[in-house]
C-alpha cells in the first residue's frame, strides 16, 4: 500500500511539472522559430533575439526593470529583517500577534486592491507618477514577503547562543551582528531573491503606480501584447527564465555550501 501511494504520488508529481513546465517549454521553443507567429514551427533561427538585442527600448525597459527590483529588493530586506526583529521581540504576546497578522493580510490581499489604494494614496499627497512611485509600491509589498521569510529563522534561533554572548560580557550590538545576523541569513537571503522576483514581474500594481516616461517588462510586453504577440517577447521571456533559474540555482547552491560550512565547524568542534 504504501509503495503503491509512493508511485502515485511520484507520478502525480510529474504531472504536475509537466503542466507547469509545458507552456514554458512551448514558448521557449517558439522563440527559434523563422515564423512570425506561434501558429506554425517553420524552422529554426535567432533572428528574434537578434531583433531583441536591436530593440533599445526594450533593452532600456529591461535594465530599469532589474535596477527597480535590486533597490527595491534591497530597501524592502532591510526593513522586513528589522520588522521581523522587532515583531519577534515583543513581549506582549497579544501585539505580536497583532502584527503578525497585520503583516499576513498585506500578503493576501489583492494586488488589484493594493494597486488602486497605492494610486489614491500618491493622487491625494500629489506625488508624481513615475519610476519613484513605482519604487515604493514595490518596497511595500515585498517587506511582508522578507518578513514571512525571516521570522521561522529567528523562531528556530537556539536562544542559549544568546545567553551564553551576555554571560561572556557581549553588548547588543555584538549579539546582532555576530549571532542573530549570521543565524538569520539564508531567511535574509530567500527574503531578498523573493522579494527581486515579485518585483521583476509584477504587474497589477505596477499598471496602477506607474506614469508617463516610465515602465515596467510586465506592463511592456501587456502593451505589446494588445497589438499582436510578437516572437521577440518569446525571446526575451527565455532569457529571463534562465537569468531566474540561475538566481534560484545559486541560492540554493549558497545554502548548501552554507550548511556543509557549518556542519564541518559542529564537527570540527567536538572533535577538539
Known sequence: MTRRNTKFGSFYLV????????????????????????????GVTLDHYSALFSDSRLLGIMIDTVILAIISATIATI?????????????????????????????VSPDVIIGASLLILFTMVGFQLGFFSVLLS?????????????????TEMNQSLIVAARDLGA???????????????????????????????????????????????SVEIFSRARRGVSLEI???????????????????????????????????GSLQ
Do not use: C, W
Open 15 to 42: 504531472i504536475v511539472f509537466l503542466v507547469l513546465y509545458a507552456p514554458i517549454l512551448f514558448l521557449m521553443a517558439y522563440s527559434f522559430n523563422s515564423g512570425e507567429t506561434m501558429n506554425h514551427f517553420e
Open 79 to 107: 526593513i522586513g529583517t528589522l520588522g521581523a526583529l522587532v515583531i519577534y521581540y515583543l513581549k506582549n504576546e497579544r501585539t505580536r500577534r497583532v502584527a503578525l497578522n497585520l503583516n499576513n493580510v498585506l500578503l
Open 138 to 154: 514595490h518596497i511595500a509589498f515585498n517587506i511582508p514577503i522578507v518578513v514571512l521569510m525571516v521570522l521561522p529563522q529567528l
Open 171 to 217: 553588548n547588543s550590538r555584538q549579539i546582532l551582528s555576530r549571532i542573530i545576523l549570521p543565524i538569520i541569513t539564508p531567511g535574509i537571503l530567500s527574503g531578498f531573491f523573493m522579494a527581486f522576483t515579485y518585483s521583476l514581474d509584477d504587474f497589477a500594481v505596477t499598471f496602477f503606480v506607474t506614469g508617463n516616461g516610465f515602465s515596467t517588462l
Open 234 to 268: 518569446n525571446a526575451l521571456s527565455t532569457l529571463i527564465f534562465f537569468v531566474s533559474l540561475a538566481l534560484v540555482l545559486g541560492n540554493f547552491f549558497l545554502q548548501k555550501k552554507r550548511h556543509h560550512n557549518a556542519k564541518q565547524i559542529i564537527v570540527g
